[in-house]
């Protein structure tokens, strides 16, 4: 894992989508539709 000013959004994106899949692997209820 590398510092890289360049992919700061890419970085962001990764943390976002990460969290996201964490909200849904703790709510799988949710995922019951």
Do not use: C, H, N
């Not at 894992?1 to 949710?30: K, N, W």
């Amino acid at each position: 894992m590398s510092e890289q000013s360049d992919g700061s959004f890419g970085y962001l994106a990764i943390r976002v989508f990460r969290d996201a899949r964490a909200a849904l692997d703790a709510t799988p209820e949710e995922e019951e539709k």
